[in-house]
């Protein structure tokens, strides 16, 4: 067992961005008295400049799992591996294993705001770039995209969603290896005013957005009480399903449905003057 606390959310964001698990059986024993016995790893991925991250990364590995970290420096990466049962165990149950299909569990996404803060924090350090005008977290899961989506707006933060799917990616060499995207690619978007919020929850002193003018982005009008946010509907599509799960929120019939964490109505329209 293991306490919520800041430092442990932390961790959990960057192994939501960077980690990877792998287990193996190897041979032990000596004197010809051989047997077979399993091994697990938990593994970070960084570029070899981001030392206070590393190093981040190192004392909560050894502050929760007493694992000591193996490193090896390839191609400007470098791969902290530490080997151990109790880590593996941790992330396999809470988080995953595959990149496409990793998330959270729902309950993480209701702890208070002070842990949430720092789960960001950690997840923005691996996954998170940021331009002139926005800062982007990007996954391939779909449910953690819909899960980062709700937590920021649980801590005031309007995001914008896009999706490149993996018909539209043009393939790179790296390292003489040609790199092709596997999955869709969602991206989580932060513009300002909203920007301003967030940048003061990850603490970076270099971002770019916030050398630009202050010029507001985003298309979304939020109400007072800070519940309720309106967002500008740009296109749709309709197929026909049977049997399918409606999240029915004012009438009888299907006029209401939920889509990445938010409820869409299509039989009630709130202007902006009506909203604030």
Sequence with gaps: ?????????????????????????????????????????????FSVKEHEYIEDVEMLMRKYF???????????GIRLSFNGHRGFIFFNKYCGRKSYNIKLPWFFCHLDNKYLKELIKGYWRGDGHDSFQSYVFSTV??????????????????????????????????????????????????????????????????LRVLERPNVAMNRVYISPNGEYACHKFYSSTKESVTNYPVYNLEVEDDHSYHVYGVAAHNCYCSGKATLL
């Design 1 to 45: 067992e293991y306490p919520i606390e800041e430092d442990l959310m932390r961790l959990i964001g960057y192994f939501l961005a960077e980690g990877n698990l792998s287990s193996s059986i190897t041979s032990n024993g000596k004197k010809g008295k051989r047997y077979m016995k399993p091994r697990y790893r938990t593994d970070f991925t």
């Design 66 to 76: 007493n694992s000591a970290c193996c490193k090896e420096i390839k191609y400007g």
């Design 141 to 206: 899961s779909v449910t953690l995209c819909e899960q980062i989506r709700y937590i920021l707006s649980k801590l005031g933060i309007v995001s914008t969603l896009t999706v490149r799917t993996k018909d539209k990616h043009i393939p790179s060499i790296v390292n003489g290896r040609k790199v092709e995207q596997k999955h869709d690619m969602y991206n989580v978007v932060v513009y300002r005013p909203n920007a301003d919020i967030l940048a003061k929850i990850l603490i970076e002193s270099s």
